[in-house]
């Protein structure tokens, strides 16, 4: 049931950014949790990428494919890559998951151990290599905005980010760094210390400034892939 | 530091009973937790049944390698079949798994959602299978001998035992169902309903009745495979 | 906001049956989590005690008031003991509390421990001897109707269940074993061995069936108070 | 059994700091969880602040108790208080609470809500000031010494902390701000971001350094209660 909605989710909203007449467009698979879900809806992060290409009339060159699933963790990327990403044969793909590991600790018991979360992180890494795909990763932006670290989860996403921070560095691979852009960016436009409501709706999933946020984040690493 | 303790145990503990001369022993490992891993103990389930093997006259048939590692959930157990399992070349091997991935939920926050526990398992059996390896599989025994279903984690041992034995069906797979067998052996033998002491020390781990009682358990079935 | 609510709740919902002319009515408080906070509702259990009441004509006898809220454990209903019940001067008070005490462990690390849960209890109990209130006691009900006990909470379920049952056998005090009748009733009802829709509609909060049941199961022990 | 060796310890390692002759000591109690209890122990903060009065000619002003029980949170100090506290009339109450509120989500399931906390600990504020008891406030040091709030409990500590620093603001208390102070030493001394052997043994308990950098910021307060 969630997977068939999932693919009705992509057939629906994926974006074959115009068939290239000449040059095979760049294919790009976003692969991640319910932020990334949810970034093929309207308003999402991956349709604001697609109108930025069209107003910067890069539409041909692009095509942005979403693969995101609500609840996902690392080791879901790992079990679902073959069939969801390797089989798509993509030219990129950008990685953007941890959110779920960590906040499952409490919320359900089963976040991911920090030493396991390197490994399928790794395993992931290794196949897309061995396919000639080229990678980026990001950093999970956040469970709560408040800037004074004050966020129940925020020592857990200051580690794991960290631990993704050293994974692109080891392999020599890109990282969109949204958890520092984050921080960065409430640090001032959040002088309240909210905790939701700036970039995000409920602390973790992307208002509109959010997922302009995130795309504009994103393209600076991507026009450079 | 784990790893290498580990191997230590392992060409420590590990039992190569006798090298046959003409006919080569069924090759089983034991591929589990710290259950397993005390197993090679002196007194441990793998060790007894070994002695089990040699009183029988059939210690030259058989080489009972332990594989266990203390804190192992089912996707330890994945990220580490090929280092651990498939290298080794074993006919058999028996799997004892689903403790941790229980337990862990309270003590860690990280179990393993029942989905990925099957998902992983599914996924183990499968490269098993195609290596042409001949695997049973156990159900998690207790965390907890209490015989009214009070111990905390009843539920899901209950749950995910319930899946295991479904796997092992599905697959056509011998079963070594040690849930059950221990609440049997409960319901007889601990009239006062407490928590341990019965099979185990601490409600989780073997006392010296419940490594026979495992190693009698096993051997129902791995005498036949 | 939400005590707002909940007394909005209450002077709505709270059912004064009836002012008696010539005998004061009993003063009965339901004392409880969201299940009793949805006991007012139009359907509740409270509601059709009322409406039991009315078809005996009995509803001049008792004054039933539901004093439940959401997310509520038995240290929220020690803190909150004195507004909601103590001032209130009720004649009997039913205690029906426990699920989020067990629930809150996996879904937000903030369960009871069994022996503070039965402190609490104690100390609930104590004040409510002191002012002279009789008291009931309920053992909570399900998370999820499975009667193999593979419901994920069952083990826990059982634990807290029997300690209300010795609170109430050492205190002399009369039991409405919710827990007991709940799965005796799925045992005949549920051959399926459905998580939900059998007397709950999302595994712990009642559909109509399980309304009335409850009512049903309350009023054994209430008409002989 | 755990009272028994409670109260051992007390009479054992109460600092009863000679009985003045004509005025009569400051009766101090520390009341808080594993660390204070430790406390008593050689080498432990109690006995260090008690040496401290000593070389300071001031033995016999102050009489230092220590109430400390391992595994503590709010709500044990609450349930305990008449007993460990309120029965041995003193006239200042030092309470350093904190740590297992928080670690016991991830440990157990069974930390404490942040409103509950604070209702809690309101409670006995209360009650403190209705025995005429003057009171300090600590906020909890840490769980892991890293500086970069990549510490798992960070969040949630931070957290805490500033509601304990509220607590004390709106009650007019004086404040013992451990986790500032924790802080501020580690960026300091603690250049290669360990967690742990800068001022604690085990990321939460004190080592040497630890013992006495508490007693010495806690003297900064007492002396002017």
Known sequence: MKRFFRYLKLSFFALPLLAAQQDKPLRVIFFGDSITQAGVRPGGYIVKLGEMLEKQNLKSKYELIGAG???N??????????????SKK?????????????????SHGTGTDPD????????ILKKLQAANIR??????AAIGERTDFSNQQDGDLNQYSQMI?????????????LRKAFLDYNLKNNPNNEE???LTTDRVH??????????????KVLKGM
């Open 90 to 106: 993509p030219d990129v793909v950008i990685i953007y998951i941890g959110v779920n590991d960590v906040w499952h600790k409490a």
């Open 165 to 177: 921070r050293n994974l692109a560095k080891k392999n020599g691979l890109p990282l969109i760094d």
């Open 73 to 86: 963790k690392i080791y879901d990327l790992y079990l679902r890559m073959e069939d969801d990403v390797l």
């Open 116 to 123: 396991k979360f390197v490994k399928f992180y790794e395993a």
């Open 196 to 198: 939701k409501n700036i």
């Open 69 to 71: 699933i609500g609840g």
């Open 206 to 219: 992307l208002n509109e400034v959010g997922n302009q946020f995130v795309a504009d984040e994103m393209w």
């Open 135 to 140: 990678v980026a990763l990001c950093t999970p």
